[in-house]
């Protein structure tokens, strides 16, 4: 049994940013339509800033209306799960074009930023904050 070739190849990347994990997918030559976790991304992320975020690696890179972008997201919170998706967003466009490199390297969108929320240690109240202490 041959198995179909899919018609349009896509280009695979991962964005992580705290506890968010995005798994990005960007179709050349289609139309800029933004799919997350099957909803799309103005229902997603409802407010404009986030959208935003996650658009800019396109717009960085002057292919905002080259791609078609779909993306599986899971755990962190709004913010990080788009900061997320424009972490793997442009992780994709440089498998696409290494040519891009530069301009996102410059933009600051390559970094992973990986700072997370601290564990509670045993013995304190949160990550750092003891009880309060008492002389008597």
Not at 97 to 121: F, I, Q, T
């Amino acid at each position: 049994m041959a198995r179909e070739a899919k018609t349009a190849q896509y280009i695979e990347a991962v964005g992580r940013r705290k506890m968010a994990i995005a798994r990005v997918r960007i179709t050349p030559g289609g139309k800029a339509v933004y799919t997350v976790n099957d909803r799309d991304l103005e229902n997603y992320f409802p407010v404009r800033e986030l959208a935003e975020t996650v658009t800019s690696a396109l717009t960085t890179s002057g292919n905002k209306e080259t791609f078609t972008v779909t993306a599986h997201i899971k755990g962190g919170g709004q913010t990080a799960q788009a900061e997320a998706m424009r972490h793997g967003i442009s992780r994709a466009l440089i498998k696409y074009d290494a040519g891009l490199r530069a301009a996102l390297k410059s933009a600051g969108l390559l970094k992973r930023d990986a700072r997370v929320k601290e564990r509670k240690k045993f013995g304190l109240r949160k990550a750092r904050r003891a009880p309060q202490w008492s002389k008597r």
